[in-house]
């Protein structure tokens, strides 16, 4: 590990694509392992050695401190090591309005995400017709606050103002889980409109393409 290197423990196609763009667009310089549960050929068993709990993103800082939940990574980059409005507002009021959507994604999406994954988990007994039932109001909650986070985040060029930072790297990512972008495209096209230019933008478009190819 280079003395000034990060190194981000990720999966194609999972959250670790969130922190990857910000440390592209960062200008940070960093190492990318593949490691995940789903993934027998990756490095799962030396993320193990530095997150027991096996979760992607995360992230190894240069002087050897370990970070994990996405945002609070994002959280970190911005405020602790990018260039002052790089990934976070440099003005403290909006700064706290991109730090309230950064929780407020985990809270309120991620956490319905894992219900449809894993629905087995949150049902004693739990048959087939008890697990499709809880997905199909899962994800009915999940749009729903895709849908207030559009209206309450919305309205701009990008979440972050002219340019995009950590909230909109983290939106874009988690809206391409469970349907979220197809329903987005239909019930909320101008905040479709807005992720989409963030997955097209020069510096974050070849991360994203790299995870998803579309």
């Known amino acids: 590990m280079a003395a000034n290197e990060y190194v981000l423990y990720g999966a194609k196609g999972s959250g670790s694509a969130s922190v990857e763009a910000a440390l592209h667009l960062a200008g940070l310089p960093h190492r990318i392992v593949e490691a995940a549960q789903w993934l027998p050929e990756s490095a799962y068993g030396e993320l193990l050695k530095v997150n027991p709990l096996g979760q992607v993103p995360t992230l190894v800082l240069p002087d050897g401190q370990v970070l994990t939940e996405s945002a609070a990574i994002l959280i970190h980059l911005g405020t602790a090591i990018a260039a002052p409005g790089v990934l976070m507002p440099a003005d403290a009021a909006q700064r706290a309005r991109i730090l ?102 020069p510096q974050l478009a070849p991360v994203f393409k790299r995870h998803w190819d579309n």
């Open 100 to 201: 309230r959507g950064l929780v407020f994604i985990p809270a309120n999406c991620y956490s319905a995400i894992t219900i449809l994954d894993y629905p087995e988990r949150f049902l004693e007994p739990a048959d087939d017709a008890m697990k499709e039932a809880l997905r199909t109001g899962t994800r009915k909650r999940l749009h729903l606050h895709w849908e207030m986070f559009a209206d309450q985040f919305g309205g701009g060029t990008f979440l972050h103002g002219d340019a995009p930072g950590a909230l909109d790297l983290f939106a874009a990512v988690a809206s391409r889980w469970s349907g979220t972008r197809k329903h987005l495209e239909e019930r909320h096209p101008a905040f479709h409109a807005l992720v989409q230019r963030i997955d097209a933008h």
